[in-house]
């Protein structure tokens, strides 16, 4: 699929594989990333022999444009943040037929992003949220929010352009004291984080808001098309709160013992039969 331009002028690079006539499943990763995070879901025979699998470079990330004015990278609030982040994923999916959307962490906001700013699931099929929250940013000390980041994380993630080693470690960690990530898949993590300019991690950061209100507002039947995955060891986002607020706004969840945040990278084929276990119980 060839590179393909936002609306408000921002080339997305975009990489595709599997099957060109089948469903299209549309992978979106986090902050400090690239469409590498996902070479190896998208690898995965079963996947790759029955889905058409597009991944794509957010703005400021990867490929895609990194040299960009503020304005394209931060928005003033929630609502015109979530339509700015809403823009890649709107370039990416023009054209397709009933698209599934499959997030990790940052890339889960990006999903919600588009579901707030288009009322809903529109034509998509469906929206895997895996290891991401549904609030970014600030809450009250009693919100069941309140625990989801430690502040060791938030300091990983401000520095993932500057010190992409801490930033690696802590997101491959599978759980507070696990050491066991191998070094290839640590600089090969470091090395995209430190790639992409601190600009653009800081506009992802910027990006604070709370999608609790409106996933509450969605019909049970588009709540039923959504699934939240949480990976029991992940050291960014505690499972247990994230659980919390999935939670309040009667999403279903999916919790992945023994693995952490990097669940797509470290274990693809894990996450993969995973997918296709939440896609077949849909239907």
């Not at 004291?177 to 984080?193: G, P």
Request: glycine share 10%.
């Amino acid at each position: 699929m060839p590179d393909v331009t936002t609306e408000d002028g921002v080339r997305i690079n975009v990489v595709e594989k599997g099957r060109a006539d089948g469903r299209p499943l549309v992978f979106v990763h986090g902050l400090g990333g690239s469409s590498r995070m996902w070479e190896g879901v998208m690898s995965v025979p079963e996947l790759a022999d029955r889905y058409r699998l597009l991944a794509f470079d957010l703005r400021g990330h990867g490929r895609s444009d990194t040299d960009l004015a503020p304005e394209l990278l931060t928005a003033d609030g929630p609502v015109a943040g979530a339509e700015l982040w809403s823009r890649d994923l709107d370039a990416v999916l023009a054209g397709t037929v009933s698209p599934i959307l499959v997030g990790w962490s940052f890339g889960a906001g990006v999903i919600q992003s588009w579901l707030q700013t288009h009322g809903g699931l529109g034509p998509a099929e469906a929206a895997v949220l895996a290891c991401g929250p549904n609030v970014n940013g600030p809450v009250p000390l009693d919100d069941p929010a309140a625990g989801l980041i430690t502040p060791e994380a938030v300091g990983a993630l401000v520095g993932a352009a500057h010190d992409g080693t801490t930033f690696a470690r802590r997101i491959l960690a599978n759980r507070a004291d696990d050491t066991s990530a191998d070094a290839d898949a640590i600089k090969c993590v470091a090395t995209i984080a430190e790639a992409t300019p601190a600009e653009s991690v800081a506009g992802v950061l910027r990006h604070v808001v709370d999608f609790r209100p409106f996933l509450s507002k969605l019909s049970a039947s588009a709540r039923a098309r959504v699934t939240a995955v949480i990976a029991d060891g992940d050291q960014i986002f505690d499972a247990a709160a994230s659980q919390a607020v999935w939670e309040q706004v009667g999403v279903r969840t999916v919790h992945v013992p023994g693995s952490g945040h990097a669940l797509p990278i470290r274990e693809p084929d894990r996450f993969a039969h995973l997918l296709l276990g939440i896609l077949e119980s849909d239907g």
